[in-house]
Antibody, heavy 122, light 112 residues
Framework: EVQLVQSGAEVKKPGESLRISCKGSGYSFTSYWISWVRQMPGKGLEWMGRIDPSDSYTNYSPSFQGHVTISADKSISTAYLQWSSLKASDTAMYYC???????????????WGQGTLVTVSS | QSVLTQPPSVSGAPGQRVTISCTGSSSNIGAGYDVHWYQQLPGTAPKLLIYGNSNRPSGVPDRFSGSKSGTSASLAITGLQAEDEADYYCQSYDSSLSGSDVFGTGTKVTVL
């Protein structure tokens, strides 16, 4: 059974750093890209970026480039999303999702993690 | 802001048919990239509902169907049921945004 299990909820202060995780199981972790998706309170889904766990190559949405870092450790089948200096506006639910590629036709997200709630408040 | 536009809300009585539109442009849907749909029940993670414009993953009822034409796509729900009340998002790929995957603005379906 394919599973993506994310780390638990976090409460942080502005300016602090944070890394959240997403551990894949039940499939070959290096065969599928992992994407991160933000959902701010009461808002829609926003694609942040993705990583190829086989070589850690990344793509970022222009909206998130430079604000977050996506990484992966294929030896433990885990992807990460990190911030060096959090802001109150980073308060949101963050989902990881497995990206199923259709070649020239794009890709869908066929499995999702349960989400990690990040709250940034002074 | 999202490059795929959906109506904020649609509603229908149990048993009725509702449709949700997803309007894009020549750099995403119109460029031939597939459209996928997700259902997000309250307080839960999104779930893949339709992939490759019109295909249902195993376990998704055939009440849900998808189509695509030109720069737009649609999700139809026939025989609307109370458990269909949720948020629905379309998703595609956009070649003009550094190879970004993109989501629609989302639509809240209310069962009257």
């Amino acid at each position: 059974e394919v599973q993506l299990v994310q780390s638990g909820a976090e409460v942080k202060k502005p300016g602090e750093s944070l890394r959240i995780s997403c551990k894949g199981s039940g499939y070959s972790f290096t065969s599928y890209w992992i994407s991160w998706v933000r959902q701010m309170p009461g808002k829609g889904l926003e694609w942040m970026g993705r990583i190829d766990p086989s070589d850690s190559y990344t793509n970022y949405s222009p909206s998130f480039q430079g604000h977050v870092t996506i990484s992966a450790d294929k030896s433990i089948s885990t992807a990460y999303l990190q911030w060096s200096s959090l802001k109150a506006s980073d308060t949101a639910m963050y989902y990881c999702a497995r990206r199923k590629d259709y070649g020239d036709y794009g890709a869908s997200f066929d499995y999702w993690g349960q989400g990690t709630l990040v709250t940034v408040s002074s | 802001q999202s490059v795929l536009t959906q109506p904020p809300s649609v509603s229908g009585a149990p048993g009725q048919r509702v449709t949700i539109s997803c309007t894009g442009s020549s750099s995403n849907i119109g460029a031939g990239y597939d459209v996928h749909w997700y259902q997000q029940l309250p307080g839960t993670a999104p779930k893949l509902l339709i992939y490759g414009n019109s295909n249902r993953p195993s376990g998704v009822p055939d009440r849900f169907s998808g189509s695509k034409s030109g720069t737009s796509a649609s999700l139809a729900i026939t025989g609307l049921q109370a458990e269909d009340e949720a948020d629905y998002y379309c998703q595609s790929y956009d070649s003009s945004l550094s190879g970004s995957d993109v989501f629609g603005t989302g639509t809240k379906v209310t069962v009257l």
